[in-house]
T-cell receptor, first 112, second 114 residues
Framework: GNSVTQMEGPVTLSEEAFLTINCTYT??????LFWYVQYPGEGLQLLLK?????DKGSNKGFEATYRKETTSFHLEKGSVQVSDSAVYFC???????????FGPGTRLSVLP | NAGVTQTPKFQVLKTGQSMTLQCAQD?????MSWYRQDPGMGLRLIHY???????DQGEVPNGYNVSRSTTEDFPLRLLSAAPSQTSVYFC?????????????FGNGTRLTVT
């Protein structure tokens, strides 16, 4: 079946540090890949997405590249801010189905 | 736009009680779904619907019922609450089943069953 694996954390960084959150997936067909962010007390919000191999999604300084050869979609940001503290979820949607599969989430804490 | 609205935000139930978690969206989305979020397990799909009058089971459907009488509303019913159903519940919608559009989430309902 389809699945998503990501580092669970928590990840603690100092402000302006470089961020990488690893995400790998298993899926049939050619899935679309997503990163969602959840701030405290809120629902999940779409951060970025990529729908085919070698696509790069980007938003708010975050980037992730769809790597089919390594089945990965790692999230990166060059300089994190305290306001980036949140839980980040990697997710996929297979082109053979309508449902999304989510990873367990990675909690990020950024210290001033 | 209100987007996806969930009520209530918090609820405490005793074991064996029943209740309905409400979800409404004003974006005319065909697809709606319910997830539960538990620590270390991410989001797990409970039930979903691809349009009014159509529902199907997700990964963890036991103990929950749904119906979809209108495009806008997708309530989740707990028939006889159990402590294992203590969780945060999220409703999510997207425009259609054939697109790569993302899910839009509500702000969640935190349920405690004692």
């Amino acid at each position: 079946g389809n699945s998503v694996t990501q580092m669970e954390g928590p990840v603690t960084l100092s402000e302006e540090a470089f961020l990488t959150i690893n995400c790998t997936y298993t899926a049939t067909g050619y899935p679309s890949l997503f990163w969602y962010v959840q701030y405290p007390g809120e629902g999940l919000q779409l951060l970025l997405k990529a729908t085919k191999a070698d696509d790069k999604g980007s938003n708010k300084g975050f980037e992730a590249t769809y790597r089919k050869e390594t089945t990965s979609f790692h999230l990166e940001k060059g300089s994190v801010q305290v306001s980036d503290s949140a839980v980040y979820f990697c997710a996929l949607r297979s082109n053979y189905g309508q449902n999304f599969v989510f990873g367990p989430g990675t909690r990020l804490s950024v210290l001033p | 736009n209100a987007g996806v609205t969930q009520t209530p935000k918090f609820q405490v139930l005793k074991t064996g009680q029943s209740m309905t978690l409400q979800c409404a969206q004003d974006m005319n989305h065909e697809y709606m779904s319910w997830y539960r979020q538990d620590p270390g397990m991410g989001l797990r799909l409970i039930h979903y619907s691809v349009g009014a009058g159509i529902t199907d089971q997700g990964e963890v459907p036991n103990g929950y019922n749904v119906s979809r009488s209108t495009t806008e509303d997708f309530p989740l019913r707990l028939l006889s609450a159990a402590p294992s159903q203590t969780s945060v519940y999220f409703c999510a919608s997207r425009p259609g089943t054939g697109e790569n559009s993302p899910l839009h989430f509500g702000n969640g309902t935190r349920l405690t069953v004692t």
